[in-house]
């Protein structure tokens, strides 16, 4: 049965989407991407994944929104008036279709049965359980380690996932962040070496570049 | 009526072609990048969607807290992943938007096709 | 500067900002009790700085948040996060495999090395956003 709230959100959502889609006010467009973001940490958090939530208001209503208005204060304002042209509507729906037709084999929203909650995400869920409820009760007695399955013991399973068990994943996302960080340096910190160098040099420098 | 039960999935994909469209659709560069974020967004939240159990609470273990059923932690990991690669490529993206500027004077699609196609 | 007479944005940017910072630290270190973690906590973080860099001018946060140190930590936090998991691999173990962080319980082990690990992930995310903030507003401002 689905709340009110979440019906509510998503026709929040796809009214922001539409609207996004059809603003020529690219500032105005910027900030409701920030809402965009909020609105769909809200429904992470009623999805139950508060962590995704978390992140997502931080990065998409906070930071991602900074980062466009900075860039639409070097680039244009607003964005030309354009006909409506049919192709794009064609391929989108077309898309769409396939999609939603792939939807039909998949398990209902919700489903505790379903595959995705099997394997290796019931095992997290129930190693983590133990270890952290045992440590509850006997603190000094180390847990569950005698038996040759590893826990982490905290109460957050993504945050003992994330960190733990899928240590490298993070490294790797970590890493990621670090060249992209290095990207936009080489890409937009030219001006700043420039001005370092003495006047006769950049004046050299400007007329052969 | 089985098919009630993937109403989620089904408003998620059209969130996801609204934001396709804008990407295949306007011509403006920033526009696109606002395109790829909701369809990126849509994409996180069709896969957290998969980790939703009925009667579940946040992965999160309470004090004392016995036989409870929590969400599906493991599509919520991969997706703040996701996130983060998401925001480093948008960073990326906005970086060569700004030197497409400086270069062409202009970030609207059309307008970068026409002047490549004189400087041939 | 039109930024200078705005006078109500001067003063309650600068009575929440260190709340901000409250809260990033708070998201760090109760990342494994709640939601929330290195990741996001940086990003708070950064969040806090760019609030006081778009109020106070680019020059102002430069005095109080040096470009030079920023880029030091984006590698800094990575790697603390590569050096815990070459401490556990001089240690005997696999790399990233936190057990032998602590001799007497592995337990305690596996949560020093979380906490250094969310650690890292904080620092580095805080400095690339920041960074990449200075960058795009740095380009703007010659």
């Given at each position: 049965?689905p709340?009110?709230?979440?019906?509510?959100?998503?026709?929040?959502?796809?009214?922001?989407?539409?609207v996004?889609a059809?603003?020529?006010?690219?500032?105005?467009?910027?900030?409701?991407?920030?809402?965009?973001?909020?609105l769909?940490?809200?429904?992470?958090?009623?999805?139950?994944?508060?962590?995704?939530?978390?992140?997502?208001?931080?990065?998409?209503?906070?930071?991602?929104?900074?980062?466009?208005?900075?860039?639409?204060?070097?680039?244009a304002?607003?964005?030309y008036?354009?006909?409506?042209?049919?192709?794009?509507?064609?391929?989108?729906g077309i898309?769409?279709?396939?999609?939603?037709?792939?939807?039909?084999?998949m398990?209902?929203?919700?489903?505790?049965?379903?595959?995705?909650?099997g394997?290796?995400?019931?095992?997290?869920?129930?190693?983590?359980?133990?270890?952290?409820?045992?440590?509850?009760?006997?603190a000094?007695?180390?847990?569950?380690?005698g038996?040759?399955?590893?826990?982490?013991?905290?109460?957050?399973?993504?945050?003992?996932?994330?960190?733990?068990?899928?240590?490298?994943d993070?490294?790797?996302?970590?890493?990621v962040i670090?060249t992209?960080?290095?990207?936009?340096m080489?890409?937009?910190?030219?001006?700043?070496?420039?001005?370092?160098?003495?006047?006769?040099?950049?004046?050299?420098?400007?007329?052969?570049? | 009526?089985?098919?009630?039960?993937?109403?989620?999935?089904?408003?998620?994909i059209?969130l996801?072609?609204i934001g396709?469209?804008?990407?295949?659709?306007?011509?403006?560069l920033?526009?696109k990048?606002?395109?790829?974020s909701?369809?990126?967004?849509?994409?996180?939240?069709?896969?957290?969607?998969?980790g939703?159990?009925?009667?579940?609470?946040?992965?999160?273990?309470?004090?004392g807290?016995?036989?409870?059923?929590?969400s599906?932690?493991?599509?919520?990991?991969?997706?703040?992943?996701?996130?983060?690669?998401?925001?480093?490529?948008?960073?990326?993206?906005?970086a060569?938007?700004?030197r497409?500027?400086?270069?062409?004077?202009?970030?609207?699609d059309?307008?970068?096709?026409?002047?490549?196609g004189?400087?041939? | 500067?039109?930024?200078?007479?705005?006078?109500?944005?001067?003063?309650?940017?600068?009575?929440?900002?260190?709340?901000?910072?409250?809260?990033?630290?708070?998201i760090?270190?109760?990342g494994?009790?709640?939601?929330?973690?290195?990741?996001?906590a940086?990003?708070?973080?950064?969040?806090?700085?760019?609030?006081?860099?778009?109020?106070f001018?680019?020059?102002t946060?430069r005095?109080?948040?040096?470009?030079?140190?920023?880029?030091y930590?984006?590698?800094?936090?990575?790697?603390?996060y590569?050096g815990?998991?070459?401490?556990?691999?001089?240690?005997?173990?696999?790399?990233?495999?936190?057990?032998v962080?602590?001799?007497?319980?592995?337990?305690h082990?596996?949560?020093?090395?979380?906490?250094?690990?969310?650690?890292?992930?904080?620092i580095t995310?805080?400095c690339?956003?920041?960074?990449?903030?200075?960058?795009?507003a740095?380009r703007?401002?010659?």
């Amino acid at each position: 049965m689905p709340l009110p709230i979440e019906i509510v959100l998503f026709i929040f959502l796809l009214t922001t989407a539409v609207v996004i889609a059809r603003l020529e006010d690219l500032f105005a467009a910027a900030m409701l991407t920030g809402i965009f973001s909020l609105l769909s940490a809200g429904l992470f958090t009623i999805m139950d994944a508060v962590d995704v939530a978390f992140t997502e208001a931080a990065v998409g209503a906070g930071v991602a929104t900074v980062f466009i208005l900075c860039t639409l204060s070097l680039t244009a304002k607003r964005e030309y008036q354009q006909p409506t042209r049919i192709l794009p509507f064609i391929v989108v729906g077309i898309t769409g279709a396939a999609l939603i037709y792939g939807t039909l084999d998949m398990p209902a929203y919700g489903d505790p049965d379903a595959v995705p909650h099997g394997h290796l995400s019931a095992k997290f869920i129930e190693i983590e359980e133990k270890a952290f409820l045992s440590q509850d009760k006997h603190a000094a007695e180390p847990a569950q380690h005698g038996s040759g399955e590893k826990a982490v013991g905290l109460p957050n399973i993504v945050t003992s996932i994330l960190a733990s068990y899928r240590g490298y994943d993070t490294f790797g996302e970590t890493a990621v962040i670090f060249t992209a960080t290095i990207g936009v340096m080489l890409l937009l910190r030219t001006r700043r070496r420039e001005k370092k160098v003495s006047p006769p040099n950049r004046d050299q420098m400007e007329t052969t570049s | 009526m089985q098919w009630l039960g993937l109403w989620h999935y089904w408003a998620v994909i059209i969130l996801m072609m609204i934001g396709l469209y804008i990407v295949i659709a306007r011509d403006n560069l920033v526009k696109k990048v606002m395109g790829l974020s909701i369809f990126q967004v849509s994409v996180i939240m069709f896969y957290v969607s998969t980790g939703k159990v009925e009667g579940g609470t946040a992965p999160i273990i309470p004090e004392g807290g016995h036989d409870l059923v929590y969400s599906n932690p493991l599509p919520h990991v991969l997706m703040l992943t996701a996130i983060v690669v998401g925001i480093s490529t948008t960073a990326l993206a906005l970086a060569l938007i700004v030197r497409i500027q400086e270069a062409y004077g202009t970030v609207e699609d059309d307008e970068l096709n026409a002047i490549d196609g004189a400087a041939l | 500067m039109r930024m200078r007479e705005k006078i109500i944005l001067r003063v309650v940017s600068k009575a929440f900002i260190p709340f901000i910072f409250l809260f990033a630290l708070y998201i760090q270190f109760h990342g494994d009790f709640g939601p929330g973690g290195g990741f996001q906590a940086g990003v708070v973080f950064a969040a806090g700085i760019i609030l006081y860099g778009v109020i106070f001018g680019l020059d102002t946060m430069r005095l109080a948040v040096p470009e030079r140190l920023m880029e030091y930590g984006i590698v800094l936090g990575l790697i603390l996060y590569g050096g815990v998991g070459i401490v556990s691999l001089i240690s005997g173990a696999n790399f990233l495999d936190y057990d032998v962080l602590n001799a007497h319980d592995p337990t305690h082990g596996q949560h020093l090395g979380i906490l250094l690990v969310e650690l890292g992930v904080g620092i580095t995310v805080t400095c690339a956003m920041t960074t990449i903030f200075y960058a795009l507003a740095g380009r703007g401002e010659k």
